[in-house]
């Protein structure tokens, strides 16, 4: 997206006619200016987009385009070699993080926090509370942040924006872990601090309270009245929901994080990165603005733009950008780092069997009704919406044509007397899921339901009512706690590593006895394969940026002695 006051961009891509590195130049402007200057240059997929190949003499006729359009520059450090090497953006002075010690939460705040949680105290201190607390799931980041709200002399009013599925939780740990202040300053052992959960989108004036909890998709249309409280603490949960910069969620945290009373800005997420590493900056721009520069800094020092357009950062540069974030503004702790008594997780890729004949009679009426649609498409966004319908149904397809061998996989670990929790993400696999394995009584999790019903299959399932329990990616992947189970089995795959790893987490984590298993069951010659290579690429280089170091599938030992169980049982039936 270009953004105000640019009038193009420029991006160094792989063009996909001539499968060649070129310069890719959009906005009237500049592509008016390229046609005069530039005689090899073509038009790309629109009027208003120009490709020019990567020639020496292109580059100066590029570098004269973009002294005269204000460029958004987001290219390959190729641009920094032949049009003047960048400097590291956010070079001004910003006062690292020291060492942490293990802080005393102040008397607001009841409860006890174990010794990590002390330190990640102290780094919200340190950092006056602008800060990312990027803490591997089930390590307690919400209460680490409550604690610093009762050790911040200032803190109140706060506002929690947070995923719809969580709101709840937000009440229900305020009113465990913090004590009411009076008026008078006088803490009240028995009472908590007001907060009130907004529902509603209509506008009306917001009546005083301590805390006002609010969901992502709702805030846009509140940021008025919000404007009119004299808030003086920001807390982002699951603050990867800002990754995109283009976003009304983005605009609309940025609107409230640039109120003049507001102090406090803390962003919370175990995968701050869900896909591609740019998605840091629109983060670290709220929370700490200036550090990474602007974007087209960012891009330019750090990224490169790929075939798809999409800007990944440099593999060379990973370790810098980690460096940058955790010197400054970013907490990361791994579970095996700060938890010495949890056990492993262990995740196994188990290649599964298809019902090729159906997949591939569906998948062939996916495509003709394809054809249909392309050539009754007036404008490229119908175009580009049937291809993505056709994605979505090859993803149904894929995942119903291994179901029957998903259903047996499942039914073995049950027979071994485990708790399970499957994940899957289309509502119809859901319900033939539930149909399916009904002899085993399975609580369920599914976007749609209220606050209640879920809670209630949660509760149910950590009680031990139900050994297994069916979610859905996306609606049981945040804010709840299954640690009852140790096998995690993935009916369907996300695009996104950070689905999975918070699907996984909500097994491991504090409270969690045992090794938990992640099985991805993969259906052979199925869209699956693809999209497990593609999970893998994306895992490289968000590890590579948050942790250092990659966190892989592992077939060890341990998973090789399950799956032989199972074998061994289907031998014998």
Known sequence: MIETGSAGELEYVMDKYSNAWSWKLTGSRAVGMASQLIPQSWYGDGPDEVIVPDKPENVERIKQIVGHCQLEVRSKSA???????????????TAPIERLSKATPGQQFRGKLLGFQREGLDFLIKSNGNALLADEMGLGKTVQTLAYIATEKNAFPVLVVAPLVTLKNWEREIEKFLKRRSKNGRLVD??????RLIRRGRRKKLEKSD??????????????????VNLKTLVCDEVHHMRSKTTKKHSAIRKISAMPSLEHRIGLSGTPIYNHGSEIWPIVDVLSPGLLGSYSEFCQYFCYVNQRGKSLVLEKKRRLLREKLHKHVMLRRKK???????????????????????????LRKIWDRLKEEELESKTSLDKYSSYQRAIQSERQVAGLAKMPHVINFVQNIMEIEE?????CHHKSIHKLLNEKLAEFEPRTVIGGQSDRVRQENIDSFQEGQSDLMIAGLRAGNVG?????????????????PAVHQQ???RLHRIGQKNTVFAYYLIGN???DEHVADILVNKSYEIDAIIDGEAQTFENKEKAQLILAQIQDMLRSR
Do not use: C
């Open 79 to 93: 641009w920094q070699r032949m049009a003047g090497k960048a400097a590291m953006p956010g070079t001004q002075k």
């Open 336 to 362: 095996s780092e700060v938890l010495k008594d949890l056990q492993d997780k262990v995740r196994h890729q188990e290649y599964i069997d298809a019902d090729i004949d159906y997949y591939r009679r569906e």
């Open 190 to 195: 028995s009472e908590s601090p007001g907060s």
């Open 419 to 423: 708790s399970v929790v499957v994940f």
């Open 211 to 228: 805390f006002y909890i609010i969901n992502y998709e709702l805030l846009e249309k509140r940021v008025p009245d919000f404007l009119k």
């Open 525 to 527: 010659r199925t869209l």
């Open 503 to 505: 699907a996984e987490d």
């Open 480 to 496: 709840i706690n299954l640690s009852k189970a140790r096998y995690v089995i993935f009916a369907e795959l996300d695009w996104s």
